[in-house]
């Protein structure tokens, strides 16, 4: 059986396993989407005090300059160029060889040996059929035999106004014809094209004509920059890109995608696409699609000064330096390969806890959050997705180490069904205990009768949430024996404890927490009114969780008290998109968290069908985002079309940098909702990963600039879910490739880019 063949089998049998209440009969109506190989942006780059004006490429050497000196790329540092001609203005490589734009003339590289072609001020170089062309900014030359030989009609140059043509072909002028003032030279369609400032113009050996533009006006006279690529003849202007195409002159601007209209420089890639350079970044224009690439991540600064692309790299000049922006070949399983080998060399892990990181003084530290748990159920429902895929013992051992993490924060506490937050060594952390908790309120540490840890209480409705959504994954597709028990201990704890204290969560005061509150005095009330759609979600995933794995009569008649409060209707408008301080990113997260939990094991067709349209609304909503996360719950758990092909190009586009970079897109000239979706919180653009920074499982597409300079890591336990759960539910299909170079990143001896290695107590033991 082939892999597609497996992928369908797999696909089928899921929906057996768990199955859907929809419409159609005759399986999913998504269709499985290929990982097929794409390339990588890997971001790198060389900071500089003075900017980087211009860059080209002399084979696969990169050369760049900076006030007028010549400097090459040696392993990732600039140094000096011997020999090189000094007060340049430009770098281009053309046929295949380096070419230098100075002061005292033209120069090209042979070697090691700069040559100067011809004394004189250049303005531009192009290749015109099959020869090199140069230009001043009043004359044209041809490159012939290693010397400049001018094209200037013998009589000057012709006009091509047809009133000053005599009948016998002559022209007579009162003044001579300008070819110039010339800025630059491409060749389009085998004519030469001449860029003058707010116009063009085309020259034929004789005649400079004008007028050739049939429809359509230039966007703006601020003319900087001119490319021919195929059919088209792109210009950057101030006020967007002109592209010619036959005799009609098109302005592409921030309406048809263009992120910033104030355009610098132009340059051909690598696989038929389009770089340019502007005053806010760099944009590559592709297959119909707009990249774009900022300052901090991608680039040492936003201005772009120019552009050289080579074999599956771009070199971007900027004021602050170059930003090298390499392509390599990966699938998605490849990527989700780097990340695992990320978490082990960045130090993420720690007791079975897996944690962000920041920088304090230099040094990478773990931070021990208010959401250890649920951050880390994340991280065990990704590796119980792997393991139903892949059924390998070694992710199956690191999910049991988790699992056995988030059974601690129970035990800790020493109240059957209470869980902390977090756990804090009082020996060997070194991330200071935080000072406050929920709301702004103070944090409420406690310190074991052994003064080993302390554990944080005031515990939320998303720890719960985290630990029902991860440990029924654990329950259901990983644990065995003892473990599976010790799974269901654990959610029954729970579930007993929360109808114990009257639906809500009571921390050692006695006093329920600050948000673990699913109660009837609080969501059916004015105070918690906001929260009885989400909070009843959850609740009502909790009883069906417990009831699946238990049966017991108690969680029965919970589960029929939340119905007769009317919880179920509530869910319908869960997701609230007003006011503004109600519209929050993590109250998504669990939403579609609890989702997960409660339409795996509803059964009853009626109380499914309530749930369904909850699911149906809170994804319209989120639709507009393209996250697989939200897209992958939506068609597991309803059958319908759900956008895989969207979900999957976010994952392509999910950066190998897990650092929260800064990033600015209130600047931008392309802030639209796409076609076909429609805003229900306030975002004016779907934003790509690309654009904005690494995530966790969630993010505000509203907020168009953020950021922490770099100084914080997130875990990529975000992705390492929703890939495994695409293939786990065979929305992905397993690459269709045998080469290890696409499947997975080597190990590298020991190597330590993060936080040191845990080195304090362990963990206690649990007989499991």
């Not at 090691?112 to 230009?135: E, P």
């Not at 800025?183 to 094209?193: M, N, P, V």
């Not at 922490?708 to 992705?719: A, D, K, Q």
Request: contains cysteine.
């Amino acid at each position: 059986m082939n892999a597609k063949s497996y992928s369908l089998v797999l696909v089928f049998m899921l929906f057996w396993i768990f199955p859907v209440q929809s419409f159609q009969t005759d399986g999913p109506l998504w269709q499985p989407q290929a990982d097929a190989i794409y390339l990588q942006e890997i971001s790198e780059k060389i900071f500089t005090d003075k900017p980087v004006t211009s860059v080209a490429l002399d084979g696969n050497t990169c050369y760049a300059l900076i006030e007028g000196d010549i400097f090459r790329i040696e392993e990732g540092e600039l140094v000096g160029a011997p020999g090189s001609p000094g007060s340049v203005s430009r770098l281009l490589n053309k046929e295949g060889m380096l070419w230098a734009l100075a002061e005292e003339g033209i120069y090209n590289k042979s070697g090691k040996t700069w040559n100067r072609i011809a004394s004189g001020r250049f303005v531009d170089l192009c290749v015109h059929l099959g020869s090199v062309h140069a230009a001043t900014r009043e004359e044209i030359f041809i490159y012939e035999n290693g010397e400049l030989l001018s094209l200037e009609p013998e009589g000057g140059y012709y006009s091509s106004n047809l009133t000053m043509i005599m009948e016998d072909g002559t022209q007579l002028h009162a003044t001579p014809v300008r070819i110039g003032p010339i800025e630059r030279i491409e060749s389009y369609s085998g004519t030469l094209y001449l860029l003058r400032p707010g116009n063009l113009a085309h020259f034929d050996g004789k005649v400079v004509a004008t007028g050739f533009i049939d429809w359509g006006n230039f966007p703006s006279s601020n003319t900087r920059d001119m490319l021919g690529m195929g059919s088209r003849l792109f210009i950057a202007t101030d006020r967007g890109l002109g592209m010619l195409r036959g005799a009609s002159l098109f302005i592409l601007e921030g309406a048809d995608g263009l992120p910033v209209e104030n355009t610098t420089c132009l340059e051909k890639g690598f696989d038929g696409d389009l770089w340019i350079g502007t005053e806010r970044g760099a944009v590559r224009m592709v297959d119909g699609d707009w990249h774009y690439f900022g300052a901090d991540h991608w680039l040492p600064d936003n201005r772009v000064n120019d552009i050289a692309a080579g074999k599956n790299v771009v070199y971007i000049a900027t004021d602050g330096g170059i930003g090298m922006i390499g392509y390599e070949p990966f699938t998605l399983l490849k990527k989700a390969d780097y990340f695992e080998r990320h978490i082990e060399e960045w130090g993420h892990m720690r007791l079975g806890f897996i944690h962000s990181l920041y920088l304090r003084d230099g040094e990478w530290i773990r931070h021990v959050s208010d959401n250890d748990g649920s951050i880390t159920g994340q991280y065990l429902a990704a590796l119980c997705y792997k393991y139903a895929v892949t059924a390998d013992e070694a992710t199956r051992q690191k999910a049991l180490e988790s699992f056995r993490a988030l059974v601690w924060l129970n035990r800790i506490t020493q109240h059957q069904g209470f869980i902390a937050r977090s756990i804090w060594s009082t020996t060997a952390d070194k991330d200071p205990r935080s000072i406050s908790g929920s709301g702004g309120l103070p944090a409420k540490w406690y310190l074991t009768p052994d003064e080993k840890w302390y554990w944080k209480g005031d515990t939320s409705s998303d720890e719960v949430v985290g630990h029902f959504y991860a440990v029924t994954l654990f329950h259901d597709l990983v644990a065995r024996g003892r473990e599976k028990e010790a799974a269901q201990e654990h959610l029954r704890l729970m579930a007993d404890y929360i109808i114990d204290c009257g639906w809500t969560m009571h921390d050692l005061d006695g006093k329920p927490t600050r948000w673990a509150r699913w109660n009837p005095e609080y969501l059916l009330r004015p105070y918690g009114y906001m929260d009885r759609g989400l909070n009843g979600l959850e609740a009502l995933s909790f009883m069906e969780a417990v009831i699946a794995i238990s049966g017991e009569t108690r969680f029965r008649e919970g589960y029929r008290q939340l119905l007769d409060w009317g919880y179920a209707e509530n869910t319908i408008r869960q997701k609230n998109t007003f006011p503004p301080e109600s519209v929050v990113p993590w109250d998504d997260n669990l939403a579609f968290k609890s989702y997960n939990t409660l339409l795996r094991y509803a059964e009853d067709p009626g109380l499914r069908s309530i749930y369904l349209r909850s699911l149906e609304r809170s994804w319209e909503i989120k639709r507009m985002e393209q996250m697989p996360w939200f897209n992958f719950t939506y068609g597991s758990l309803s059958g319908n079309d759900c956008e895989l092909d969207r979900a999957v190009m976010f994952l392509r586009e999910w950066p190998l940098d897990s650092r929260q970079h800064n990033y600015n897109n209130s600047h931008r000239d392309d802030l639209f909702v796409e076609k076909g979706y429609r805003s229900y919180e306030g975002a004016s653009k779907r934003l790509t990963l690309r654009e904005t920074s690494a995530i966790r499982a969630y993010r505000r597409p509203e907020i168009l600039d953020g950021g922490s300079s770099g100084t914080r890591m997130v875990e990529p336990s975000g992705f390492l879910r929703d890939y495994w759960m695409g293939r786990y539910f065979g929305m992905i299909e397993p690459p269709d490739t045998d080469d290890p170079a696409l499947l997975s990143v080597p190990r590298r001896p020991y190597m330590n880019l993060g936080a040191e290695p845990y080195d304090g107590p362990p963990r206690p033991g649990f007989g499991f």
